[in-house]
């Protein structure tokens, strides 16, 4: 049976999508599912997520660029389930101006996956915060997406972008859909936050997922490590939070 693939995209920057691809994926593998993490965003956050285990000459680069490379996956977990990790680097930004120039340049991604799709139940793909043609790539190869969003107005911007991006990308991929909305780095105690958030339910209905990440030093703490937040120590408020989205997750596909 092929993965559920599943695209963590947002055009806007800084709204909790590598936060979200790492340890939603890891919360996935705890509880038994076998996860492959894919770094598509040039500044390679998601990879530093999983610290010095990933040596720092693979990438996912060359196999988008020659589909004769293989997909370039190393293990970072295996546990209750597994996790994998196709790693980016710096190069990935010269890869996505060489990509204008290759023939099926919108299918690299969904290519290189679907030959390894049968080996996981979920792959995740980490995004850039733009529509260029790396997320381009990654929404093409996805059947879903997941949006994290700040509840701050300017971010609401940044939502409606993103739903024409997905519509342009229905006309190579009809099966795309959203999976949910996320609220990220929410605080409950700003009316602002409250409003937009009540806003979301009532226009995006359910595509709101009822759990909701707040602000919470951990989820910085662990980026600046290198580590999940499986990792660290008095982590378990946030570790819960993001288990309590994978069963999300789990529920709405």
């Given at each position: 049976?092929?993965?559920?693939?599943?695209?963590?995209?947002?055009?806007?920057?800084?709204?909790?999508?590598?936060?979200?691809?790492?340890?939603?994926?890891?919360?996935?593998?705890?509880?038994?599912?076998?996860?492959?993490?894919?770094?598509?965003?040039?500044?390679?956050?998601?990879?530093?997520?999983?610290?010095?285990?990933?040596?720092?000459?693979?990438?996912?680069?060359?196999?988008?660029?020659?589909?004769?490379?293989?997909?370039?996956?190393?293990?970072?977990?295996?546990?209750?389930?597994?996790?994998?990790?196709?790693?980016?680097?710096?190069?990935?930004?010269?890869?996505?101006?060489?990509?204008?120039?290759?023939?099926?340049?919108?299918?690299?991604?969904?290519?290189?996956?679907?030959?390894?799709?049968?080996?996981?139940?979920?792959?995740?793909?980490?995004?850039?915060?733009?529509?260029?043609?790396?997320?381009?790539?990654?929404?093409?190869?996805?059947?879903?997406?997941?949006?994290?969003?700040?509840?701050?107005?300017?971010?609401?911007?940044?939502?409606?972008?993103?739903?024409?991006?997905?519509?342009?990308?229905?006309?190579?991929?009809?099966?795309?859909?959203?999976?949910?909305?996320?609220?990220?780095?929410?605080?409950?105690?700003?009316?602002?936050?409250?409003?937009?958030?009540?806003?979301?339910?009532?226009?995006?209905?359910?595509?709101?997922?009822?759990?909701?990440?707040g602000t919470n030093s951990k989820i910085l703490e662990a980026a600046s490590?290198?580590?999940?937040?499986?990792?660290?120590?008095?982590?378990?408020?946030?570790?819960?939070?993001?288990?309590?989205?994978?069963?999300?997750?789990?529920?709405?596909?």
């Open positions: 049976m092929s993965a559920r693939i599943i695209s963590v995209a947002n055009q806007k920057g800084g709204v909790g999508k590598t936060a979200t691809t790492t340890n939603l994926g890891v919360s996935l593998q705890t509880l038994g599912h076998r996860v492959l993490v894919v770094d598509m965003d040039p500044q390679g956050n998601l990879s530093s997520s999983f610290g010095p285990l990933i040596p720092g000459d693979i990438s996912i680069a060359d196999a988008i660029l020659d589909r004769k490379v293989a997909l370039p996956a190393v293990t970072v977990y295996n546990k209750s389930g597994r996790l994998d990790l196709v790693p980016a680097s710096i190069s990935l930004a010269t890869a996505e101006a060489a990509l204008m120039n290759k023939l099926g340049r919108e299918f690299r991604l969904r290519d290189q996956l679907a030959t390894v799709s049968d080996q996981y139940d979920f792959i995740l793909i980490d995004t850039p915060p733009s529509l260029g043609l790396l997320t381009i790539n990654s929404l093409v190869a996805a059947q879903l997406v997941l949006v994290p969003t700040e509840a701050r107005f300017f971010s609401l911007q940044g939502l409606q972008m993103l739903q024409e991006s997905i519509d342009e990308i229905l006309y190579i991929n009809p099966n795309l859909r959203i999976l949910g909305i996320l609220l990220s780095k929410f605080d409950r105690r700003l009316r602002e936050e409250q409003t937009v958030a009540a806003y979301l339910r009532e226009n995006w209905g359910d595509l709101l997922f009822d759990t909701s990440v490590a290198g580590v999940p937040l499986v990792e660290l120590s008095n982590a378990q408020r946030a570790v819960e939070t993001y288990r309590a989205l994978a069963q999300e997750v789990l529920a709405r596909v």
